[in-house]
């Protein structure tokens, strides 16, 4: 296991998931979220957002948690393992409520400042 991918719904814990297992493997880990939103919410084009994600899908190992179906395909080919995370759907809304709640007028650290 040297690139692992996090995949699931919104709020079903990939970011949780994903630094714990981080932190364990001492692996780098890459928030799809920070590549793809700058400050005060503003996104990369997906001319930025491709090459920022590929040069880390190059890198010798990782763990890339996040949600953007269009890359999916690019993300698999790179990784050697996958993690689905496939919980009920009221579970991932209450987490979604959860987080809201918590990150309330803060940057969470896995996106861009103001975000």
């Keep these: 296991m040297k690139r692992i991918l996090i995949i ?4 079903s814990g990939k ?11 001492n692996m780098p880990l890459i928030h799809l979220d920070k590549l793809y939103w700058r400050d005060n919410w ?13 040069e880390e899908l190059k890198k010798d ?3 890339i948690e ?9 993300r698999l080919k ?3 393992t996958v993690i689905y995370l496939d919980f009920p759907s009221f579970v991932c809304v209450l987490n979604a409520i959860k987080r809201l709640i918590q990150s309330h007028n803060k940057s969470r650290p896995d996106m861009g400042e103001n975000a």
Excluded: Q, V
């Excluded at 699931?8 to 709020?11: E, L, P, R, V, Y």
């Excluded at 503003?42 to 590929?54: G, K, N």
């Excluded at 953007?68 to 395909?73: E, Q």
């Design 78 to 80: 790179y990784c050697d």
């Design 42 to 54: 503003i996104h990369a084009t997906d001319e930025e957002f491709d090459e920022l994600l590929l």
């Design 15 to 25: 970011t949780t998931m994903a630094r714990k297992l981080s932190e364990k493997l």
């Design 8 to 11: 699931g719904c919104n709020a």
């Design 61 to 63: 190992e990782w763990i």
């Design 66 to 74: 996040g949600n953007i179906k269009r890359t999916l395909p690019k």
